[in-house]
């Protein structure tokens, strides 16, 4: 009874990691579904852009007193589903133009 004991605990500790485990997955999947070299270095780019924006975000949260640190939150708002958009069309074009001169 007690290794099935460890087992629901451990795969319950690892369902709860779940988000955390995959985050640094995700850009691997995105490079890695490419099609071409051209759209590969884009997402590249965008995979370190996203974590120096990400890891400036955080810090900032971290370093910025309490009045200013809720205020990051409007720029990220904007500035968060501005980047997806500009970067998925920008794949998209990349793709269209890769798959045009193959």
């Known amino acids: 009874m ?3 004991a460890g087992t629901v605990l451990a795969n319950g500790c690892l369902e ?3 988000p955390f485990r995959h985050v ?4 691997f999947f995105s490079i890695k579904n ?3 070299p051209r759209e590969r270095a ?3 780019r965008s995979a370190v852009v996203c974590w ?3 890891t400036l975000f955080l810090g900032l949260m971290f370093l910025l007193s309490n009045p200013y640190r809720f205020l990051l939150w409007i ?3 904007i500035l968060l589903p501005l980047a997806v958009v500009y970067g998925n069309r920008t794949q998209q074009r ?3 133009e890769e798959l045009e001169h193959a």
């Open 2 to 4: 007690v290794p099935v």
């Open 16 to 18: 709860r990691l779940g």
């Open 24 to 27: 640094d997955q995700s850009p």
């Open 34 to 36: 490419t099609c071409g």
């Open 42 to 44: 884009f997402m590249v």
């Open 52 to 54: 120096l924006g990400i």
């Open 75 to 77: 720029p990220y708002a």
């Open 94 to 96: 990349i793709r269209l």
